[in-house]
């Protein structure tokens, strides 16, 4: 199994703010996700990030707004620029390792 | 201001029946499903996966079904107890699993009430 240490927790923020999110791995891995949960739905696919190489986004995602970095195996960050409340959610990271993805305890952002 | 969000399905069983959570699948190229398990305030928790070579596993109390045909998938929890109250998830890796990753795709959920 792979331990995820993701970071905050959670935060209230400022609209017009950006956060990054760091996710923080105990093995090295190829592949990690970033996944969004809006209240009460379930999980979406923000982008794929891959060591060494800019992040993949998903239809509806960008990178200006969700700019993503990847300095090496263990570790990635997710930025959420220019908050509006619609950015309200919870924010997770994962990674596959194996046939098994694994997910970080997630980051529940609030925008006033 | 006030929230909008889809509800989700809710499933409420008595403490020791059986559950059975459903999920419908759209894409026939699917080739892998992954039963999630998720607590408030907690990302989700493996639970349960099956390739598509197979329509039936088993672990410890859950059984995951796979109908191909009519692309279902469903989650069945033996002895239900108050530990197992959560939002359930079914993903599938609809690429197949490349060296380092698998990208997953997630159903709506299902909130399991476990009444004692």
């Known amino acids: 199994s792979a331990v995820i240490s993701q970071k905050p927790s959670r935060d209230i923020c400022q609209r017009g703010t950006s956060l990054t999110i760091q996710c923080q791995v105990d093995s090295q891995v190829t592949m990690m996700f970033w996944y969004r949960q809006q209240p009460g739905q379930s999980l979406t696919l923000i982008a794929t990030?891959?060591?060494?190489?800019?992040?993949?986004?998903e239809s509806g995602f960008v990178i200006d707004k969700f700019p993503i970095s990847r300095p090496n195996l263990t570790f990635s960050t997710l930025t959420v620029s220019n908050m509006s409340p619609e950015d309200s959610s919870i924010y997770l990271c994962?990674?596959?390792?194996?046939?098994?993805?694994?997910f970080g305890q997630g980051t529940r952002l609030t925008v006033v | 201001g006030e929230s909008v969000g889809l509800h989700l399905p809710t499933l409420s069983v008595q403490e020791g029946d059986n559950s059975i959570i459903n999920c419908a699948y759209s894409n026939s190229a699917s080739d892998y499903f992954i039963w999630y398990k998720q607590e408030s305030g907690k990302g989700p928790q493996f639970i349960i996966d099956i390739r598509s070579n197979m329509d039936k596993r088993q672990g410890q109390r859950v059984t995951v079904l796979l109908n191909k045909t009519v692309k279902h998938l469903s989650l069945q929890i033996a002895a239900t107890q108050p530990g197992d109250s959560a939002v359930y998830f079914c993903?599938?890796?609809?690429?197949?699993?490349?060296?380092?990753?698998?990208?997953?795709?997630f159903g709506t959920g299902t909130q399991l009430k476990v009444e004692l």
């Open positions: 993903a599938e890796n609809r690429g197949g699993f490349t060296g380092g990753g698998n990208k997953l795709t």
């Open positions: 990030a891959n060591q060494g190489s800019e992040a993949t986004y």
């Open positions: 994962s990674l596959t390792p194996s046939s098994e993805a694994f």
